[in-house]
């Protein structure tokens, strides 16, 4: 059986094959550093800080490697796609969220890089943004990856995204409480 395909169909597959190349580096590299960084929160497998730092020094620029060329080759693969659905438009905030958690992660290294190399007592504020950042990123990443499988091997509308901008509202409205009442904790704490 030959299977003949057109232009637009050979370069769409081509981009879906570097769109998952991309997942595979960014996402792999995401779920090993916040693995390291599980670890060194709830003090198991010996895992310290300086080698959280050291295992991130390698995955962040993985991460944002597969990051960008997920975003490169999801851009015209939407353009060809010639709609976007309601679930698309929260798929592209997690991605949006992603990305600008990925800075909020970078300034975290830099602050924790300021403290020096060997850090005994660890900042209280720095084991709660590095809490919250890693649960962003698992939200994030994992939500947009099944938004992903779903949009491609299911791809009937779904009722309840009617109401995007209130589930992104949400969204919003809970990371920022939850960050608001974290940073006054740790800072209480003091």
Same mark, same amino acid.
């Given at each position: &059986?030959?299977? #003949?395909?057109?232009?637009?169909?050979?370069?769409?597959?081509?981009?879906?094959?570097?769109?998952?190349?991309?997942?595979?580096? $960014?996402?792999?590299?995401?779920?090993?550093?916040?693995?390291?960084?599980?670890?060194?929160? #709830?003090?198991? @497998?010996?895992?310290?800080?300086?080698?959280?730092?050291?295992?991130?020094?390698?995955?962040?620029?993985? !991460?944002?490697?597969?990051?960008?060329?997920?975003?490169?080759?999801? #851009?015209?693969?939407?353009? &060809?796609?010639?709609?976007?659905?309601?679930?698309? !438009?929260?798929?592209?905030?997690?991605?949006?969220?992603?990305?600008?958690?990925?800075?909020?992660?970078?300034?975290?290294?830099?602050?924790?890089?300021?403290?020096?190399?060997?850090?005994?007592?660890?900042?209280?504020?720095?084991?709660?943004?590095?809490?919250?950042?890693?649960?962003?990123?698992?939200? $994030?990443?994992?939500?947009?990856?099944?938004?992903?499988?779903?949009?491609?091997?299911?791809?009937?509308?779904?009722?309840?995204?009617? @109401?995007?901008?209130?589930?992104?509202?949400?969204?919003?409205?809970?990371?920022?409480?939850?960050?608001?009442? $974290?940073?006054?904790?740790?800072?209480?704490?003091?």
């Amino acid at each position: &059986m030959v299977i #003949i395909m057109d232009m637009e169909t050979t370069l769409y597959y081509f981009l879906l094959f570097a769109h998952l190349v991309g997942l595979v580096i $960014g996402f792999g590299a995401v779920l090993v550093i916040d693995a390291f960084g599980f670890f060194w929160l #709830i003090k198991a @497998f010996k895992v310290d800080l300086h080698l959280v730092r050291r295992v991130a020094d390698i995955t962040q620029r993985l !991460i944002w490697v597969g990051f960008f060329l997920l975003v490169l080759t999801g #851009i015209p693969m939407l353009a &060809m796609k010639g709609v976007v659905s309601n679930l698309t !438009i929260i798929k592209l905030f997690l991605v949006f969220m992603v990305g600008m958690n990925g800075v909020f992660l970078h300034y975290i290294k830099k602050g924790l890089d300021a403290l020096g190399s060997e850090i005994i007592n660890v900042p209280s504020r720095y084991y709660f943004r590095i809490g919250l950042a890693s649960t962003i990123s698992q939200l $994030g990443w994992w939500g947009a990856t099944l938004i992903g499988f779903y949009n491609r091997q299911i791809g009937h509308p779904m009722g309840w995204t009617e @109401f995007y901008p209130v589930i992104i509202g949400l969204i919003i409205l809970l990371i920022g409480t939850v960050s608001l009442v $974290g940073e006054t904790v740790t800072e209480i704490k003091k």
